[in-house]
């Protein structure tokens, strides 16, 4: 152990100027064990034996017994450091411990050998692989005695002991400063540390109250604009409801001004003759119907979409038991006295509840109307049972009078002999056009179709005397002759071919009824129309004026008008 420690030292310390060997020779270390004496010497060669010493190095120390090593070391102090230094910073640790190594000055030398050194000799495992100058003994040129040698290793160990113990004392010192600077500077990383994370969770506080702020502030604006904006519209609709209010007051001022010029008009009209046809009255008449639909509409129609649904459920079980009765119809007066029966009992369930009834009466008319327009367009003959059923629901139900004439009149304003021109979109549209599935106006042939079928039922129904026994035709023969009246006193310009085939419908229905009835000035009128209307127009080759004439003429050549064949008991 000890040879280890000093050949340590003589490499760090030692000097090539405190060396006197002989760069030329090679150097021999004294054999250790129990070399043989007749052993022969050898040389070690310097590039090969492991125990050869360059010239440049240290001469090694004698050899030193093991007790006398152990000796000198008890008081050698264990070099530790402490174990509080953090390992967290072992790499800064490690090069701070490295430069105090670097500044201890371990300055201990060794003294030089005298000249008197013992001879030290070497053996070569195989002599014979070398010539025989090589094998020459080199002596050392100092010699030195054994217990002088022992007396200065125990003086430099003793020296060396001596240094490293105030090195120690340095180091250990220099060590703890260490120790609390690490501790220093962690304590300051970690107060650091926390420093930053309460910046931190101080920053986002204040960033979140600042956020909540804005959100509030965001809030409390939009709500003072909000009520503005309310504020706002409540005065404006405060300010168009008094100008509402204002207007309303000046239109009906003006609509009972031009109602009482009207009224003056009509009394000088009537006044004038009593059997002039009035067509403002007639057109005024035409417009209240027309807002009856509206008003069917918004206070049955409209409003039975917004019940619930077990009223929804029995209004359209009713719909549908009703809508099949009307094809039930035949030339039986049985079968029509069955299906009046039936209806009769369907309508009357319904009765507790007026809208649901009104509802009913509403689609009832509609169901009327929509058969004559289908139905009695092509066969013209069954218009009498329908009319029948009709007229025996109108008595009946007294309600389903207003509702029927209202939906007669939207869709054939001729029944009460209104006309005006159809030259624009709102002119089709009162004279009953309809447009179809592509939104064009249907053809004139099919206008022309559902008008004749409307004109006959409404024509037929006012030549039948009751269907309930003790009351009377509400739309009696007076009707007809209203009707027919009306298109003859049309302007010619407003005439058109539908004209006359609304005429040549009533004809075929109730022109031999209404010659019994009212005789010869029944006559008067159905020449009238069959010759001079016919006449004043015939440059224009209406088919139904055609047609009409047609029908005039045979009556006169046979003097018999053909009638709609009378139903089976």
């Known amino acids: 152990m000890f040879a280890f420690r000093y050949s340590l030292d003589d490499i760090l310390n030692s000097d090539s100027d405190d060396e006197f060997v002989d760069a030329e020779k090679p150097v021999l270390n004294e054999a250790q064990g129990d070399a043989s004496p007749s052993s022969q010497p050898a040389v070690l060669h310097h590039t090969v034996s492991p125990v050869l010493r360059s010239p440049q190095s240290s001469p090694l120390p004698p050899t030193v017994s093991q007790e006398e090593v152990t000796n000198n070391l008890m008081g050698v102090p264990d070099l530790k450091l402490s174990a509080d230094t953090d390992s967290s910073n072992g790499e800064e640790e490690e090069e701070n411990i490295q430069t105090i190594m670097a500044s201890l000055q371990l300055n201990a030398k060794l003294p030089r050998f005298s000249d008197k050194q013992s001879r030290l000799v070497v053996y070569h495992p195989e002599p014979e692989k070398y010539t025989e100058s090589e094998n020459q003994i080199v002596q050392s040129s100092q010699s030195v005695s054994p217990s002088h040698e022992t007396s200065q290793t125990k003086d430099i160990i003793s ?193 507790s509840n007026t809208l649901i009834y009104k509802w009913i009466l509403n689609f009832t008319a509609k169901a009327i109307v929509h058969q004559a327009e289908n139905e009695v367009r092509v066969k013209p003959e069954s218009a009498l049972p329908l009319a029948k059923l009709a007229l025996y629901l109108i008595q009946t139900f007294p309600d389903l009078k207003p509702l029927l004439m209202a939906r007669f009149v939207k869709k054939c304003p001729f029944v009460i002999g209104f006309t005006c021109s159809i030259e624009t979109e709102q002119g089709r549209t009162n004279m009953g056009w309809k447009r179809n599935s592509d939104d064009k106006w249907e053809l004139s042939t099919s206008y022309d179709e559902r008008i004749s079928g409307m004109m006959t039922l409404f024509a037929v129904i006012t030549r039948l005397d009751t269907m309930v026994p003790g009351q009377t035709n509400p739309w009696s023969f007076e009707y007809s002759w209203m009707l027919v009246a009306r298109i003859c006193n049309t302007p010619l310009d407003l005439l058109t071919n539908v004209h006359f085939v609304a005429l040549g419908a009533w004809w075929d229905a109730t022109a031999h009824q209404f010659l019994q009835k009212y005789g010869n000035q029944g006559a008067k009128l159905l020449r009238l129309l069959g010759d001079q209307l016919t006449s004043a127009v015939a440059d224009r080759k209406y088919v139904g004026a055609a047609r009409l004439r047609i029908l005039m003429e045979d009556w006169v050549s046979t003097n018999n008008i053909t009638a709609f064949q009378e139903m089976d008991p």
């Open 159 to 351: 020296e060396l002991i001596s240094s490293v113990g105030s090195n120690f004392e340095q180091l250990q010192t220099h060590n703890q400063r260490l120790v609390n600077t690490v501790l220093a500077e962690k304590k300051a990383k970690e107060e650091e540390r926390l420093r930053r994370i309460e910046e931190e969770r101080k920053r986002k506080e204040a960033e979140e109250k600042r956020i909540r702020e804005e959100e509030e502030r965001k809030r409390k604006e939009i709500e003072a604009q909000k009520k503005a904006a309310e504020e706002r519209a409540r005065q404006e609709k405060l300010k168009q409801e008094e100008e509402a209010k204002k207007k309303d007051a000046a239109e009906k001022l003006a609509k009972a001004k031009k109602a009482e010029a009207k009224k003056k008009e009509e009394e000088l009209a009537a006044s004038r003759g009593k059997y002039i046809t009035n067509f403002t009255n007639i057109e005024k008449t035409f417009m209240q119907y027309k807002e009856q639909i509206a008003t069917i509409k918004r206070e049955i129609v409209e409003p039975v979409k917004k019940l619930d649904k077990e009223q929804k459920n029995l209004v359209a079980r009713h719909k549908r038991k009703i809508n099949p009765k009307f094809g039930q119809l035949t030339n039986s007066n049985q079968q029509l006295q069955s299906v009046a029966n039936e209806l009769q009992i369907l309508i009357q369930q319904t009765a």
